[in-house]
């Protein structure tokens, strides 16, 4: 029997190889694909600019940020949007998580926790979805989640019920 | 686009037409795209697919496939597919321009690299994807490399 395809936006058998726990039933596709704004915009609603520290100075970073792919400086970028480090993923009344992915502690994604306590995430160039768990896009080209970041939800969005932007 | 004239017989599957094609056989890596048999005609004109583009096309196939669900700028342009497009030269220029304009993607580093130039923002934009595709975009149908 063959499975349901995921149709995000690249062969079947790369994004089946580089998310092996993602399950057409485990997400929504929430936009076309569109390579104006990646995850790390994604999770603060900016989609006019790519986040991302490159070397290469292409992308936007936050200026107070250190412009290199560690965890300290997502870190400190996501301070400027007024997140902080927390413990957990725990979907927690009254606060808006982030979850930054890494592989030998070089972050790769990053994701958003919607009031219900699904993730939306942005696929690089492809496409954003919402997901049901961290796990659906663990594996060999995002590494696991590893940095968890809160802010207090802004009201406008403890009112939607599925909000994904 | 190069063409090729061959008698009738040249019919059959793309691995016969391959077969019947004699002479400068080497240069033959792409796929055809004919054959087209004009009404009143008793020859086959074969359309060659033209060798550059279809390697162009493998690397960049490849390269989309392979990094279109990254952020990493770096880790896109470290692609080994993408430093083989760059090694390619300016002769691959219009096959880069013509896939951002249909697919889209990070060819920023390629087309700087391969140019040497940065191009024109229009005046007053944002420095962001958009601007910098409309601009690159710009600068090829500017060079006549875009219709």
């Not at chain 2, 086959?44 to 390697?55: G, I």
Request: negative net charge; aromatic residues 10%.
């Amino acid at each position: 029997m063959t499975n349901p395809p995921l149709n995000l936006g690249i062969s079947e058998v790369q994004a089946r190889q580089q998310w092996p726990n993602l399950r057409p039933e485990s997400f929504n596709e929430t936009s076309p694909v569109d390579d104006s704004y990646n995850c790390a915009a994604h999770v603060v609603d900016d989609s006019d600019n790519w986040w991302w520290p490159d070397q290469r100075r292409y992308h936007y970073w936050p200026s107070t940020a250190p412009r290199s792919e560690t965890l300290a400086a997502f870190e400190a970028a996501y301070a400027t949007q007024t997140y902080a480090r927390c413990d957990t993923s725990d979907l927690e009344d009254g606060f808006e998580k982030i979850a930054i992915y890494a592989i030998d502690g070089v972050p790769t994604h990053v994701a958003r926790q919607l009031v219900g306590g699904r993730w939306t995430s942005k696929l690089g160039d492809l496409k954003d979805i919402d997901h049901a768990t961290l796990d659906d896009l663990a594996g060999p080209l995002y590494g696991h989640p590893v940095l968890f970041m809160r802010r207090p939800r802004a009201q406008e969005n403890t009112q939607q019920a599925t909000g994904t932007r | 686009m190069t063409t090729r004239t061959l008698p009738r017989r040249a019919t059959g599957t793309r691995t016969q037409y391959r077969s019947v094609i004699s002479g400068n056989a080497s240069d033959i890596h792409g796929v055809f795209s004919g054959p087209a048999v004009s009404p009143d005609s008793s020859v086959v004109t074969f359309r060659r697919a033209d060798p550059l583009r279809e390697q162009f096309r493998t690397l960049a196939d490849w390269w989309h496939d392979a990094t279109d669900a990254l952020s990493s700028l770096d880790a896109k342009a470290e692609h080994p597919a993408y430093r083989r497009i760059i090694v390619l030269g300016p002769s691959v220029l219009r096959y880069i321009l013509e896939d951002l304009r249909d697919r889209g993607g990070h060819w920023f580093a390629a087309l700087e690299e391969t140019t040497g130039i940065q191009p024109q923002m229009p005046a007053g934009a944002t420095p962001n994807v958009r601007s910098e595709r409309h601009a690159w975009l710009a600068w090829g149908r500017e060079q006549g490399l875009l219709d």
